[in-house]
T-cell receptor, first 116, second 113 residues
Framework: DTGVSQDPRHKITKRGQNVTFRCDPI?????LYWYRQTLGQGPEFLTY????????KSRLLSDRFSAERPKGSFSTLEIQRTEQGDSAMYLC??????????????FGPGTRLLVL | RKEVEQDPGPFNVPEGATVAFNCTYS??????FFWYRQDCRKEPKLLMS???SGNEDGRFTAQLNRASQYISLLIRDSKLSDSATYLC??????????????FGQGTILTVHP
């Protein structure tokens, strides 16, 4: 399977715990995006990487959230001191990053987080 | 006001019906427009891009009116397999917002026998 992969697919945690999610983009895709989707809503942008550089962060990304893409390949999203409001589907997407603003973004299957 | 607004539905239609979804966006700087489809508990997938001249892909027709900041999707001859959530999506170019997608809340479609 050469699509975007995410791990884990599901995560249940207790409030106050830290969680980390991983995203592996399509091979050689330079751009990587994280989105969050809550029930009944469309995905909302969290952050974006061009290779290893994090170029934009949404105001939704509080200080408890951190994302990295250290070698320009896979990315991790960490949530510290989780809150019940963090319960959502966390989606990763990638695109080739060759210059066109309307590049198709390919989404991974998502990580579904439930904070108890 | 949300940047992209859609009628959430749900739309319940019989097989073979024609159904239309509407979407408005608030940022006049928006440059690219799409419809994504999302099946229950799955990731969004690109259905089609939307151009000012209108475009058609089989039973699906998308239209864009930049003056009114309005996007539409028409599905003809609905199939059971068309049941899904349809997401209206825009992108805004400029600065570092390169390719960031802004989604509407989605419109739920259920096609019944």
């Amino acid at each position: 399977d050469t699509g975007v992969s995410q791990d884990p697919r599901h995560k249940i945690t207790k409030r106050g715990q830290n969680v980390t999610f991983r995203c592996d983009p399509i091979s050689e895709h330079n751009r990587l995006y994280w989105y969050r989707q809550t029930l009944g809503q469309g995905p909302e942008f969290l952050t974006y990487f061009q290779n290893e550089a994090q170029l934009e962060k949404s105001r939704l990304l509080s200080d408890r959230f951190s994302a990295e893409r250290p070698k320009g390949s896979f990315s991790t999203l960490e949530i510290q001191r989780t809150e019940q409001g963090d319960s959502a589907m966390y989606l990763c997407a990638s695109s080739p990053g060759v210059g066109r603003v309307w590049e198709t973004q390919y989404f991974g299957p998502g990580t579904r987080l439930l904070v108890l | 006001r949300k940047e992209v607004e859609q009628d959430p539905g749900p739309f319940n239609v019989p097989e073979g019906a024609t159904v239309a979804f509407n979407c408005t966006y608030s940022n006049s700087a928006s440059q690219s427009f799409f419809w994504y489809r999302q099946d229950c508990r799955k990731e969004p997938k690109l259905l089609m891009s939307v151009y000012s001249s209108g475009n058609e892909d089989g039973r699906f027709t998308a239209q864009l009116n930049r003056a009114s900041q309005y996007i539409s999707l028409l599905i003809r001859d609905s199939k059971l397999s068309d049941s899904a959530t349809y997401l209206c999506v825009v992108t805004n170019a400029g600065g570092t917002s390169y390719g960031k997608l802004t989604f509407g809340q989605g419109t739920i479609l259920t096609v019944h026998p």
